[in-house]
């Protein structure tokens, strides 16, 4: 799985703009990848998820977009709002085996 | 939508105490239960995989005699921090399994040892 890092990477958008997070994920044979969403002091909230055998999904608002050969996944968030202030995780996993977390992006939306 | 609550959500104890924390699945039964500890500004690293009625799989480097995992039903795990130090401060957040292999997070619980 991904290190560990101990800062966070800060993305700071405008209301209203689109906000990209980005996440490198080191194990080829993962298979399933979830994106959450985590406010302070609360657990991860799901948000999307994509399989391997797609690279692009869409919900409301959001897109996650998945590279497998170059082993990146990215979350496209439409007129972000202040409410999607939060660190974002993605998360591999491989056949149903335990979730890797990766490091974490802080998403700052001023309005 | 599938709930699972963390009880105590904070929790101050003294250094050398032990504490213990529910992980409940309400609404669903979970076979499989994670512990998962997370320091601030920092992502969630996996502790221990709790299975229903057999012992839990802990991760490298985790104590499985300090870190006591027990779970003892389908919607029920606990994790009890033992002889607690102040650098087992941190956000200790549990997961549940459905029957799907879907995985629900709870709420965490802040521990705090002074």
């Known amino acids: 799985g991904e290190s560990v890092g101990l800062h966070l990477p800060t993305l700071s958008v405008q209301e209203g703009d689109n906000s990209i997070i980005n996440c490198a994920y080191s194990n080829s044979a993962s298979d399933y990848f979830i994106w959450y969403k985590q406010e302070s002091g609360k657990g991860p909230q799901f948000i999307i998820d994509?399989?391997?055998?797609?690279d692009k999904r869409q919900g409301q608002r959001v897109t996650v977009l998945l590279n497998k050969t170059v082993k990146h996944l990215s979350l496209q968030i439409a007129a972000t709002q202040p409410g999607d202030s939060a660190v974002y995780f993605c998360?591999?996993?491989?056949?149903?085996?335990?979730?890797?977390f990766g490091k974490g992006t802080m998403l700052l939306v001023s309005p | 939508g599938a709930v699972v609550s963390q009880h105590p959500s904070r929790v101050i104890c003294k250094s050398g105490t032990s504490v213990k924390i529910e992980c409940r699945s309400l609404?669903?039964?979970?076979?499989?239960m994670f512990w998962y500890r997370q320091f601030p500004k920092q992502s969630l690293m996996l502790m221990a995989t709790?299975?229903?009625?057999?012992?839990?799989?802990?991760e490298q480097g985790v104590e499985k005699d300090k870190f006591l995992i027990n779970h003892a039903s389908l919607t029920l795990s606990t994790l009890t921090v033992t002889s607690a130090h102040p650098e087992d401060s941190s956000f200790y957040i549990c997961?549940?399994?459905?029957?799907?292999?879907?995985?629900?997070f709870g709420p965490g619980t802040r521990l705090t040892v002074t």
């Open positions: 994509i399989r391997s055998n797609m």
């Open positions: 998360a591999e996993n491989e056949g149903y085996s335990t979730l890797t």
């Open positions: 997961s549940a399994m459905d029957s799907t292999n879907e995985q629900y």
């Open positions: 709790s299975n229903e009625g057999s012992k839990a799989t802990y």
């Open positions: 609404d669903f039964q979970a076979t499989t």
